[in-house]
């Protein structure tokens, strides 16, 4: 017998001939789950948030977010503020039975409670119907949430002066403020005593003003050095006569004129 002879082909009833395209399950049976989760249900999930994403990506390139100071530890004048997203949180804690003695129930316990709340939410309300007025639990309860943080934020918000903000804890930008010959003698007798309150270009940290533009005389300046003025206590200054000299010659003709500072008239602790 030779190889093949008498056998035939026959088709699978089981297999179709032809490759249909990926049809989504008919979900008609399930109320309130009347399509599939791949693609339909997702695709419009990636579509939502790429909205977002591209508003909230035009939103921080239209208003960049303010940068201040940085991190220093010897300063403590300055106030720090949260971000924007924890604002709500920083208002929260002003109220009288969410701060100060109660500051575990408002900064641990409370917030505990509101996000434990949300979390939940799917596990109490359990109906198969999608309508927002047919969830009323987890509807009331986003709802409420919302709200809370929005006016909270706003709260927060227009109790901050951020002009004023940006003018005492504003990052200098380099080249913005006058160039310090930092090979004159004076500059070193400045590092000695003022560099640590009123920074190495004399531009001023926290409440210490800035030094440029100070309009003062050189005896002027000899004599805050060594009495002091406002916050600014008496014998700051260490050094000899040639060196409080030197100091004040400094300090008068920094900047040549220039920078933004206002001086020690104001009663600055600076020196």
């Excluded at 008498?6 to 699978?12: A, N, R, Y």
């Excluded at 939410?121 to 987890?138: E, M």
């Excluded at 002027?220 to 600014?232: F, L, R, S, T, V």
Aim: hydrophobic residues 35%; aromatic residues 12%.
């Amino acid at each position: 017998m030779h190889r093949g002879k008498g056998m035939k082909f026959v088709g699978d009833s089981r297999i179709p001939a032809e490759r249909k395209p990926n049809i989504p399950k008919d979900y008609s049976e399930y109320p309130g789950r009347t399509e599939a989760f791949w693609p339909n249900f997702l695709l419009k999930e990636w579509l939502v948030g790429a909205v977002f994403l591209i508003g909230f990506l035009i939103v921080t390139a239209a208003h960049p977010s303010p940068l201040e100071q940085q991190a220093d530890p010897t300063n403590a004048s300055y106030i720090p503020l949260p971000d924007w997203y924890f604002l709500f949180l920083y208002q929260f804690l002003k109220y009288e039975f969410a701060g100060g003695n109660y500051i575990v129930l408002g900064a641990i316990v409370m917030p505990g409670l509101a996000f434990g709340a949300l979390l939940l939410a799917p596990f109490l309300d359990k109906g198969p119907d999608r309508h927002p007025t047919k969830r009323p639990i987890a509807t009331g309860l986003m709802l409420l949430g919302f709200i809370a943080t929005f006016w909270l934020t706003y709260e927060s918000v227009s109790h901050v002066d951020y002009e004023q903000r940006s003018e005492q804890y504003g990052v200098k930008e380099e080249g913005e403020g006058p160039e310090i010959n930092t090979e004159d003698p004076g500059y070193a007798v400045y590092e000695q005593n003022c560099l640590s309150c009123h920074g190495d270009a004399l531009q001023g940290q926290g409440s210490n003003p800035s030094l440029l533009k100070t309009e003062k005389s050189v005896e002027e300046i000899k004599k805050i050095a060594q009495e002091g003025i406002g916050n600014m206590p008496a014998g700051m200054f260490n050094g000899s006569d040639e060196e409080l000299e030197q100091l004040a010659q400094f300090i008068a003709n920094a900047g040549e004129g220039e920078g933004s500072g206002e001086g020690e008239s104001e009663g600055g602790s600076g020196h």
